[in-house]
């Protein structure tokens, strides 16, 4: 944020003095923000009835924020996601949601639709997780 102070002015010697001795002196301060991004990210496929599948199954994810917190972030912090909760039968195009530690921002997603089949299911067949594809 802005930050605002009276500071000294520093003597250049004994032949040499300023007046006034103080300057008012304002300045913002602001963390460096950059991108990184991560490829081949793994998208968790959630209420999903048996068998159904996601093409493609990964995505290429650029991320912005605060530096620092970009060199600490794990592909695991990324975890995108596709909610088939009410899907029925069929092709569905469906977009990967994201969700990222404050601070952090989606900057490009690819691809940014997908393409979920649900196969037909028999009645005693119900939603579920698909194992390896779920997210806590």
């Not at 003597?11 to 991004?37: I, K, M």
């Not at 620092?68 to 592909?75: A, H, I, R, S």
């Not at 909760?85 to 404050?102: C, D, F, T, W």
């Amino acid at each position: 944020g802005e930050v605002e102070r009276e500071v000294a002015l520093a003597g250049a010697g004994e032949w040499l003095a300023y007046s006034p001795e103080t300057v008012q002196v304002a300045f913002s301060v602001a963390e460096v923000e950059g991108r990184r991004t991560f490829g081949d990210v793994a998208v968790a496929l959630r209420s999903a009835a048996r068998g159904s599948t996601l093409e493609p199954p990964v995505v290429r994810v650029t991320l912005r924020g605060p530096q620092l917190g970009l060199t600490d972030l794990e592909v695991e912090d990324v975890a995108p996601h596709v909610d088939a909760e009410g899907l029925g039968s069929g092709r569905h195009a469906v977009k990967p949601e994201i969700i990222l530690p404050s601070g952090f921002h989606v900057v490009t997603l690819f691809p940014e639709v997908l393409q979920l089949t649900v196969p037909k299911q028999e009645p005693e067949g119900g939603a579920e997780e698909v194992p390896g594809q779920n997210v806590p």
